[in-house]
């Protein structure tokens, strides 16, 4: 069984910057399609940032291009989502998730994702 555990979420002021974590069960980081949504409240869940299994290319949303980084550790099997430049509309609960497809392109659509983690809270206060 699959496990993502995500952390580093919080509190911040707009303009000020967190770095999320998601630590994975076996060595599920460096064998999967990896990527980070998020869900605001009343809304659905949208795409944020992947990177692909084969050659780490990366991918963003829109709203969040130039500001958030994603990137990851095979050895410390984590993944990582570094968010700069935080502005109140990031406010959301932030899910890691996996993808046993192991594609060369990066995967944006989360029914290409096979597991989760449980989120973790970002508010970003004005």
């Known amino acids: 069984q699959v496990q993502l555990v995500e952390s580093g979420g919080g509190l911040v002021q707009a303009g000020g910057s967190l770095r999320l974590s998601c630590t994975g069960s076996?060595?599920?980081?460096?064998?999967?399609?990896l990527g980070w949504f998020r869900q605001a409240p009343g809304k659905e869940r949208e795409f944020v940032a992947a990177i692909a299994w084969v050659g780490g290319s990366t991918n963003y949303a829109d709203s969040v291009k130039g500001r958030f980084t994603i990137s990851r550790d095979s050895a410390k099997n984590t993944l990582y989502l570094q968010m700069n430049s935080l502005k109140p509309e990031d406010t959301a609960v932030y899910y890691c998730?996996?993808?046993?497809?192991?594609?060369?392109?990066?995967?944006?659509?989360?029914?290409?994702?096979?597991?989760w983690g449980q989120g973790t809270q970002v508010t970003v206060s004005s």
């Open positions: 998730a996996a993808g046993r497809l192991l594609s060369t392109t990066p995967l944006e659509a989360a029914r290409q994702y096979d597991y």
């Open positions: 076996g060595r599920t980081i460096s064998t999967a399609s």
